[in-house]
């Protein structure tokens, strides 16, 4: 089992719509999530930071993250045709010695004109 | 600052060829990974190194080796190819993760397209 999972999609959707991307992670001691957004043919880019349980919001974006039930969302208002990427989800416990970094694989969003 | 760049963009080799894929950062990140990519799969960790000198095995090393004699350069070598290696391949660098409230963020390279026939 990997120790975060992510519906792959696609995910379709008509411009404007309000987009919920999820993952769920297994390590009840992870503390630090992240989101990337990855466009076709680039690497990944950071979207969102969060550390422990709440909201975080950038603009469109909303990151929430619920510890309790081990669940990261990313919401997206207001979706553009530009938001059409794969979005990944990260968590991660911080330590001083590593880097194994378990990525979810990536949900992909299309928005539609 | 260039970021992180990874030469090539794309290559086809023959099974049982050998090639290197550099990665190269100006951000003087301790920090320095690589990645391959498949459909379903998502990215999966091949070797990684925390400085100059120290690497070590991630989820999926075998068929690959790595070095790290500067803090700039992280080159990937595939020893023997095989068609079970074609994949998108990424090199990413980050800070070190010691200290909280630092935001580890990786920072990727564009990928390189490897195609083993």
């Known amino acids: 089992q990997k120790e975060v999972e992510q519906d792959p999609g696609p995910l379709s959707v008509p411009e404007g719509a309000i987009v919920s991307l999820n993952c769920t992670y297994s390590?009840?001691?992870?503390?630090?999530f992240m989101w990337y957004r990855q466009y076709s043919r680039k690497g990944p880019e950071l979207l969102m930071y969060?550390?422990?349980?709440g909201n975080k919001e950038d603009g469109r974006f909303t990151a929430q993250v619920d510890k309790s039930s081990k669940y990261i969302s990313l919401f997206i208002r207001d979706s553009q045709p530009s938001d059409s990427a794969t979005y990944l989800c990260?968590?991660?416990?911080?330590?001083?010695?590593?880097?194994?970094?378990?990525f979810g694989t990536g949900t992909q969003l299309k928005v539609e004109l | 600052n260039a970021g992180v760049t990874q030469t090539p963009k794309f290559q086809v080799l023959k099974t049982g060829q050998s090639m290197t894929l550099q990665c190269a950062q100006d951000?003087?990140?301790?920090?320095m990974s690589w990645y391959r990519q498949d459909p379903g799969m998502g990215l999966r960790l091949i070797h990684y190194?925390?400085?100059?000198?120290?690497?070590d095995q991630g989820e999926v090393p075998n068929g690959y080796n790595v070095s790290r004699s500067t803090t700039e350069d992280f080159p990937l070598r595939l020893l023997s190819a095989a068609p079970s290696q074609t994949s998108v391949y990424f090199c990413?660098?980050?800070?070190?993760?010691?200290?909280?409230?630092?935001?580890?963020?990786?920072?990727f390279g564009p990928g390189t397209r490897l195609l083993v026939l």
């Open positions: 990413a660098s980050s800070y070190k993760r010691e200290y909280p409230g630092r935001q580890e963020t990786q920072y």
């Open positions: 390590n009840s001691a992870f503390q630090y």
């Open positions: 969060t550390y422990s349980s």
């Open positions: 990260l968590s991660y416990i911080l330590t001083g010695g590593g880097n194994t970094l378990p």
């Open positions: 951000m003087n990140h301790e920090y």
């Open positions: 190194s925390v400085g100059a000198g120290i690497t």
